[in-house]
């Protein structure tokens, strides 16, 4: 969940709601005159006010590197006494800026610290780059000082970049979208899906959410408290998707034994491939406990 970083009454809102992720923000939610004001807001709130009973993990969305701003940002919240989690970088476009990324992080971490990086893919040219981006950010998470955690798919920028127009059935961004996850999973990276801006429709949130889960995405980013249950009930596995889910594996390690390969199972035929399907829901909901 985004919060402005230059705003202390919705950071201190945010850390006492059950979000997986607080994403302090010093980029695009925040004004352009209030740069500085977040910066130090989330200093300040990293050095002294960080309740040890945040329940999912903070990080910070700094300036894209291109603003000439991120080198500040990093500075400043990766020098703090409790450094966030992770860093989330907007506006990646190439290989070049994760290797500045990588020698900042080097001379600002200390000690055996090491950060997770979520990068945000969100315009024209990071598609056309974005193999080249993920693989880059993997083999430094091998030597330096940060651990390639996932992508982020920032549609409103993407459709900026290319020129598109929203719609409800988010056909402008359906291949933008697909392309992230399978790059991502690819990598062995967490797909984070778009942001649903009208805020105040939680059915259509409701919906796009079973869209991007469906898609195969890992979860959603949000920007009001309201929309936070709605997306963590569309990313778990319901009771009846564990039902289903159980009661195949049960049925798949009896048919094996009995030296079946394919069975049917509610109606469909069922193998390895579907019963791989079926484990994935078991383990995303032991994740979620
Ligand atoms: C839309 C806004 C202005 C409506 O803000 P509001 O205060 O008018 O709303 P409200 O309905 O009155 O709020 C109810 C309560 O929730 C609080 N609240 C409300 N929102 C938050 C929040 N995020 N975090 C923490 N608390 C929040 C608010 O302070 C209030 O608290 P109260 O009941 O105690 O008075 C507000 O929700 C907000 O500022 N959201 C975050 C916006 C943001 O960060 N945008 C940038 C990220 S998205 C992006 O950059 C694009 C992307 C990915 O890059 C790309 O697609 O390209
Ligand atoms: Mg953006």
């Not at 400043?76 to 989690?85: G, R, T």
């Not at 970049?161 to 992230?180: F, H, M, N, P, W």
């Not at 778990?236 to 394919?262: D, I, R, T, V, Y």
Request: glycine letters at 6%.
């Amino acid at each position: 969940m985004y919060v402005p970083g230059d705003d202390t009454k919705k950071i201190n809102k945010a850390v006492g709601l059950d979000v997986d992720f607080i994403a302090l923000d010093c980029e695009d939610g925040v004004a352009i005159n209030r740069k500085d004001d977040a910066r130090k807001t989330i200093r300040q709130f990293l050095d002294e006010l960080r309740p040890k009973s945040i329940k999912g993990d903070l990080g910070v969305r700094v300036n894209s590197i291109d603003t000439g701003l991120c080198g500040d940002d990093l500075t400043s919240c990766l020098s703090s006494k409790n450094i966030p989690d992770t860093i989330l970088l907007p506006k990646v476009e190439s290989t070049e800026e994760l290797n500045w990324f990588a020698d900042k992080t080097d001379s600002l971490l200390k000690n055996d610290q090491k950060i997770n990086l979520i990068v945000y893919i969100e315009t024209a040219l990071a598609f056309v780059n974005l193999t080249h981006i993920c693989q880059h950010a993997v083999e430094l998470s091998n030597n330096k000082r940060f651990i390639a955690a996932g992508l982020v798919f920032g549609s409103d920028d993407f459709c900026a970049s290319i020129g598109a127009s929203r719609t409800e059935d988010c056909s402008e961004v359906s291949y933008a979208r697909q392309k992230l996850v399978l790059t991502a999973k690819a990598f062995n990276l967490q797909a984070i899906d778009m942001v649903y801006i009208k805020y105040k429709d939680l059915e259509g949130l409701r919906r796009q959410c079973e869209q991007g889960k469906r898609m195969g995405f890992t979860g959603k980013q949000v920007i009001h408290p309201s929309q936070v249950p709605v997306v963590q009930e569309a990313f778990l596995p319901n009771k009846e998707q564990m039902e289903w889910a159980e009661g195949l594996l049960k049925a798949f390690e009896e048919h094996q034994k009995s030296g079946k390969g394919a069975f049917t199972y509610r109606g469909s035929m069922i193998d390895m491939p579907t019963m791989k399907q079926a484990q994935n829901v078991l383990e995303l909901s032991k994740l979620a406990k």
